[in-house]
């Protein structure tokens, strides 16, 4: 069965420091991945995908994520956070049963301190 | 361009009462889905359609019911509401099941069960 596993529950970083977000994946079938974001009252807006085009993904608002097969992992990053970066970032993996069904790992909260 | 609409946004009930959650689509979708997100829990599939007239089980159905009648609308029934269904509901959408095609999410329905 495929699953998701989001490292930390909360993360909290300065403004201007590196955001990492950890996600490692189970899948016995090529994966799609994808990172969501969710800012507090609002439903979740795709960040970036992975398809196997490139392993090395470029997102909205200067994340980006590296596909890394041999280590099962779709981490996160940002060079440089933002106060607005603050919120709720889910990684997900395309289920190959349950007619395609998204798995969500748990969550990881972001906090951006001044 | 509404894309995925969720009505109501904020809903209580009593322990019992039955009621229905809406969700529409205007972007001819075949694939919709409903979720419940719990805190520390991720986003659990409930029910999903691969299409009108096709619906299936998701996770954690028990307690949930759903109808597929058109692509734009896939309601959710609670049919007896309990205090463990407390949560926020999310309707997505996607282009075609199992497509690499990120899901499009709706803004939620907080419910809360007393």
């Known amino acids: 069965a495929q699953s998701v596993t989001q490292l930390g529950s909360h993360v909290s970083v300065s403004e201007g420091a590196l955001v990492l977000l950890r996600c490692n994946y189970s899948?016995?079938?090529?994966?799609?991945l994808f990172w969501y974001v969710q800012y507090p009252n609002q439903g979740l807006q795709l960040l970036l995908k992975y398809t196997s085009a490139a392993t090395l993904v470029k997102g909205i608002n200067g994340f980006e994520a590296e596909f890394k097969k041999s280590e099962t992992s779709f981490h996160l990053t940002k060079p440089s956070a933002h106060m607005s970066d603050a919120a709720e970032y889910f990684c997900?993996?395309?289920?190959?049963?349950?007619?395609?069904?998204?798995?969500f790992g748990q969550g990881t909260e972001l906090s951006v301190k001044p | 361009n509404a894309g995925v609409t969720q009505t109501p946004k904020f809903q209580v009930l009593k322990t019992g009462q039955s009621m229905t959650l809406q969700c529409a689509q205007d972007m001819n979708h075949e694939y919709m889905s409903w979720y419940r997100q719990d805190p520390g829990m991720g986003l659990r599939l409930i029910h999903y359609?691969?299409?009108?007239?096709?619906?299936d089980q998701g996770e954690v159905p028990n307690g949930y019911n759903v109808s597929r009648s058109t692509t734009e609308d896939f309601p959710l029934r609670l049919l007896s509401a309990a205090p463990s269904q407390t949560s926020v509901y999310f309707c997505?959408?996607?282009?075609?099941?199992?497509?690499?095609?990120?899901?499009?999410f709706g803004d939620g329905t907080r419910l809360s069960i007393l």
């Open positions: 359609s691969v299409g009108a007239g096709i619906t």
């Open positions: 997900a993996v395309l289920g190959n049963n349950q007619g395609g069904k998204l798995i």
């Open positions: 997505a959408s996607s282009y075609r099941t199992g497509s690499n095609q990120p899901q499009h």
């Open positions: 899948s016995s079938v090529p994966p799609y």
